[in-house]
């Protein structure tokens, strides 16, 4: 296990400055609401993706106040990694940097992980695709670098494809001259679309671990049947995924040149959450769409350590709040067994079962 040490933020949000040492037992951070707490785990998470789990008009927003600058460094046993998101004349740019030497985002991605659970992980299931998507793809990311990789090249080819379909539309350019960018389009597409099916296909018996473990958990017994399903863009032709997306934009050139950007491709994909058959996102209630999101990060978790024999840092905000003394009482349990270094935030020193308060490092706020 590579043991996440320490953690010095400056200008991030509403924290100023602040020095925390973590040690081997559990985390746990008391303050009131609004004091920072949550931004605390926010700041690990952005030095490990490079970006937020909270939903965010511009990265700007992580600077505090009337600031030019927010600074997060992360000292983990094996090296530090440092975060600076800085804006100068409304020019906003991100920095990474890995033991002091000036490096890319999938350097950081790929050698720490992080894995979140706060309150509004539950969008994960209700929210926009584009929420999971990138919760996705910065699970895979920090798996596989090769994958960070062709989901940056897939970026830029798609934003160079937008350009040039919107130049065509306005003949300024001739449809010919999309082949290239198409080709490069569907090159990476097929790696994304592969390694993301082979994750799916994967995750399942690690959710029928979770489900079986948690069982003291959870009321329903419908939980034994819960099924992670990829729902990708395009329809599979066979299961020639690359003859299926070029057969598609072939199909739908014009359309394409109308609208001025790209209709398919691994930037439409999405996922659903399916109990006995139904989609949690519509049948669910609330505690269930919050307690399957839940159980879907205590599985990629379990599928991270399995699959790279290193252990992510598992970063838990507010969720005692929500859960009756019992539930408190079966969490804690789970996770002080679970061998995983954990961060965990409460508003109220109650929420947090003695167990889990007399073996962990409390830190307040």
């Given at each position: 296990?590579?043991?996440?040490?320490?953690?010095?933020?400056?200008?991030?949000?509403?924290?100023?400055?602040?020095?925390?040492?973590?040690?081997?037992?559990?985390?746990?951070?008391?303050?009131?609401?609004?004091?920072?707490?949550?931004?605390?785990?926010?700041?690990?998470?952005?030095?490990?993706?490079?970006?937020?789990?909270?939903?965010?008009?511009?990265?700007?927003?992580?600077?505090?106040?009337?600031?030019?600058?927010?600074?997060?460094?992360?000292?983990?046993?094996?090296?530090?990694?440092?975060?600076?998101?800085?804006?100068?004349?409304?020019?906003?740019?991100?920095?990474?940097?890995?033991?002091?030497?000036?490096?890319?985002?999938?350097?950081?991605?790929?050698?720490?992980?992080?894995?979140?659970?706060?309150?509004?992980?539950?969008?994960?299931?209700?929210?926009?695709?584009?929420?999971?998507?990138?919760?996705?793809?910065?699970?895979?990311?920090?798996?596989?670098?090769?994958?960070?990789?062709?989901l940056s090249a897939y970026s830029k080819v798609l934003k160079n494809r937008n350009a040039l379909l919107?130049?065509?539309?306005?003949?300024?350019?001739?449809?010919?001259?999309?082949?290239?960018?198409?080709?490069?389009?569907?090159?990476?597409?097929?790696?994304?679309?592969?390694?993301?099916?082979?994750?799916?296909?994967?995750?399942?018996?690690?959710?029928?671990?979770?489900?079986?473990?948690?069982?003291?958990?959870?009321?329903?017994?419908?939980?034994?049947?819960?099924?992670?399903?990829?729902?990708?863009?395009?329809?599979?032709?066979?299961?020639?995924?690359?003859?299926?997306?070029?057969?598609?934009?072939?199909?739908?050139?014009?359309?394409?040149?109308?609208?001025?950007?790209?209709?398919?491709?691994?930037?439409?994909?999405?996922?659903?959450?399916?109990?006995?058959?139904?989609?949690?996102?519509?049948?669910?209630?609330r505690g269930q769409q919050r307690l399957t999101t839940l159980l879907i990060k205590l599985a990629q978790i379990?599928?991270?350590?399995?699959?790279?024999?290193?252990?992510?840092?598992?970063?838990?905000?507010?969720?005692?709040?929500?859960?009756?003394?019992?539930?408190?009482?079966?969490?804690?349990?789970?996770?002080?067994?679970?061998?995983?270094?954990?961060?965990?935030?409460?508003?109220?020193?109650?929420?947090?079962?003695?167990?889990?308060?007399?073996?962990?490092?409390?830190?307040?706020?």
């Amino acid at each position: 296990m590579v043991m996440l040490k320490k953690i010095k933020l400056k200008n991030y949000r509403n924290i100023s400055e602040i020095e925390i040492k973590l040690n081997t037992t559990p985390t746990i951070v008391i303050a009131p609401n609004s004091t920072g707490k949550t931004n605390l785990l926010e700041a690990i998470y952005l030095n490990v993706y490079g970006s937020t789990f909270k939903s965010i008009e511009n990265i700007r927003e992580v600077i505090g106040a009337d600031l030019t600058y927010a600074k997060v460094n992360l000292e983990w046993e094996d090296a530090s990694t440092e975060v600076v998101v800085s804006c100068i004349d409304d020019y906003v740019k991100k920095n990474y940097f890995y033991n002091s030497k000036s490096t890319n985002l999938s350097k950081l991605s790929s050698s720490h992980s992080a894995i979140v659970f706060a309150p509004n992980s539950v969008d994960i299931i209700s929210g926009d695709p584009a929420l999971r998507r990138q919760d996705l793809d910065n699970f895979l990311s920090s798996i596989s670098k090769d994958y960070h990789k062709a989901l940056s090249a897939y970026s830029k080819v798609l934003k160079n494809r937008n350009a040039l379909l919107k130049i065509i539309r306005e003949n300024k350019a001739h449809s010919q001259q999309l082949n290239f960018w198409t080709e490069k389009l569907i090159e990476n597409a097929l790696f994304i679309f592969n390694e993301r099916v082979r994750f799916f296909d994967a995750i399942t018996p690690f959710i029928e671990r979770v489900v079986k473990e948690m069982n003291i958990f959870l009321k329903f017994e419908d939980y034994k049947f819960l099924k992670l399903v990829y729902m990708p863009n395009v329809q599979l032709a066979g299961v020639d995924y690359k003859a299926s997306l070029k057969a598609k934009f072939d199909e739908n050139l014009n359309k394409e040149i109308m609208v001025g950007k790209t209709l398919y491709g691994v930037h439409k994909d999405d996922y659903s959450l399916f109990i006995q058959g139904k989609n949690i996102r519509f049948y669910g209630s609330r505690g269930q769409q919050r307690l399957t999101t839940l159980l879907i990060k205590l599985a990629q978790i379990q599928y991270f350590k399995d699959l790279t024999q290193k252990d992510p840092v598992f970063l838990i905000d507010d969720l005692m709040s929500e859960l009756d003394s019992s539930n408190r009482d079966n969490i804690s349990n789970y996770l002080l067994s679970s061998d995983v270094q954990f961060i965990l935030t409460t508003a109220e020193r109650f929420e947090i079962p003695e167990n889990l308060f007399e073996k962990s490092s409390i830190i307040w706020l």
